[in-house]
């Protein structure tokens, strides 16, 4: 039992829990002190099912064995209690049945299905799951943690992959430990050679997020780093991965893996899990160094300069492989920055703003700049006369050196002022001219640095990856306003960066 003070009591089959502050009248400490006595909790039932044993506790609950009666069917029942972080003694349920339902829409092998996700009488939420047999992943790792690589590869792809998607889609699980992932046995073997997982307890990041979403990102993270490298425990040794895992306490560390988007974080993990089975298994032949560039391309924060030291350990053909492995990899990046295979259709002009926006980014970075969130009247002017035409004096019309001179103002700010003040064609002009001037200014940024060109696109396949989750900005362009004006003249066909 890991609740403390113990808030619930279960014996012959009979659930007690402290009552909630459903109101939240006083604080937590206090609430529990005055609720200590058993005799003031209540009995808790669902009509219809039966409780048959205790199977756990945790921070955000008590988990039981129990069977639907009418349906006759065994069934894990959850009982969602405060977590200890909360201030008051109460649950904050209210977008838990919509996180049921977006993953129930998933329709996924591996997450374990919920039946039901109620709220009871007196107040307790509880959600009642199918009934999985298996060994929790925390019990497998004590027997097998140095198990055959392509066994934990295996088994590793069935856990990242439904926590990959879900965290695509905004879902976060909020308790991923091992042991809420269930690994189930093949039939004919044991629970040592992995079948299938189950994931349990979706959605208990939802019970502190709204209070504290910085928080539930950051734990996210933290949990999937930390069970992930249980399982591909070479890469402490090897270090192909930028982030890290630190002792929960301060982030004082820049690559403390809580500093990551939890999105982001198993986007990489899910691209090392193939790059450490290549490379462990010796693929890399053509296909496997094509492979292997195109997991790289997707990973947004791995030690690229690692990976390549790995290759060049074949005294014998590391040179030529890494050779090939430098041209495979820019053509992947470029795949992975036009980011064609999430597109249904590809859409050049919503390509070309959102990489002005990632431009615009990188180069406000390279100049240590930070974004200015008040513009005052000066700024203002100087905005507008930047966008003012005058082709007497350039060509173009656009003084487009006064948006290199002033990267401090947000990137929303000068499309804002665009979109408001230049008719269609006047803003078509300013896009493509905008386009074409931040390009070419981080290349000089990249020349300076001496980097080489996989590493240039590293960084900007990066930050499109990041802007996608980016949550500093005080309002986010409305890009399909935009590009409804964009797309009625046609102003941006024919457009071509030069890569």
Excluded at 24 to 53: A, C, H, P, Q
Aim: glycine content about 4%.
């Amino acid at each position: 039992m890991t609740r403390n003070p113990l808030d619930y009591d279960f014996t012959e089959n009979v659930l007690k829990v402290m009552p909630l502050d459903v109101h939240e009248t006083k604080g937590r400490k206090e609430w529990v002190e005055e609720y200590d006595d058993k005799s003031l909790w209540n009995n808790v039932n669902i009509d219809g099912v039966t409780f048959s044993e205790f199977c756990g506790d945790g921070a955000n609950g008590v988990v039981l064995k129990g069977q639907q009666d009418s349906l006759n069917r065994m069934c894990a029942i959850k009982f969602w209690l405060p977590n200890p972080r909360s201030t008051s003694y109460n649950v904050l349920f209210n977008q838990y049945k919509e996180e049921v339902t977006k993953l129930a829409n998933l329709n996924d092998s591996s997450i374990a299905l919920v039946h039901i996700a109620e709220r009871n009488v007196e107040g307790y939420c509880y959600s009642i799951m199918e009934w999985i047999e298996g060994a929790t992943l925390q019990k497998w790792l004590t027997h097998s943690r140095n198990t055959w690589f392509n066994t934990r590869h295996e088994l590793y792809q069935k856990i990242i992959r439904p926590i990959r998607k879900c965290h695509a889609q905004g879902i976060t699980h909020g308790d991923l430990h091992t042991k809420n992932i269930l690994v189930i046995g093949n039939e004919q073997t044991d629970h040592r050679y992995p079948h299938s997982v189950k994931i349990l307890d979706f959605g208990t990041s939802l019970l502190v997020r709204d209070k504290d979403p910085e928080y539930s990102d950051q734990r996210e993270s933290l949990l999937l780093l930390e069970t992930s490298l249980k399982l591909l425990h070479e890469e402490k040794q090897l270090g192909f991965l930028e982030f890290k895992y630190y002792n929960r306490g301060e982030m004082t560390e820049k690559d403390d893996v809580r500093n990551y988007h939890p999105a982001l974080v198993s986007k990489t993990l899910e691209s090392l899990n193939e790059i450490l089975y290549l490379l462990i298994n010796q693929c890399l032949t053509l296909d496997g160094i094509a492979d292997l560039a195109k997991y790289v391309a997707r990973a947004p924060y791995l030690n690229l300069e690692k990976i390549m030291e790995y290759i060049l350990r074949d005294e014998e053909e590391g040179e030529q492989t890494l050779n090939t492995f430098h041209t495979f990899l820019v053509a992947a990046q470029h795949q992975q920055i036009l980011d064609i295979e999430s597109m249904k259709e590809f859409n050049e002009d919503l390509l070309i703003l959102e990489l002005i926006e990632v431009y615009y980014d990188i180069l406000r970075e390279d100049k240590s700049l930070n974004i200015n969130r008040e513009i005052s009247k000066e700024q203002e002017e100087d905005i507008l006369e930047a966008l003012t035409i005058d082709f007497t004096n350039d060509p173009l019309g656009f003084d487009l050196d006064k948006i290199i001179n002033n990267l401090h103002l947000d990137f929303t700010d000068w499309f804002n002022f665009a979109y408001e003040n230049l008719d269609d064609e006047q803003l078509s002009f300013f896009i493509k001219d905008v386009a074409r001037l931040l390009e070419n200014e981080l290349k000089i940024e990249s020349e300076k640095l001496k980097e080489p060109e996989y590493r240039y696109f590293s960084r900007i396949s990066r930050k499109r990856m990041e802007l996608k989750f980016a949550s500093y900005r005080p309002h986010k362009i409305d890009y399909s306003l935009l590009r409804e004006s964009l797309l009625k003249e046609h102003i941006l066909k024919g457009f071509e960066f030069e890569w």
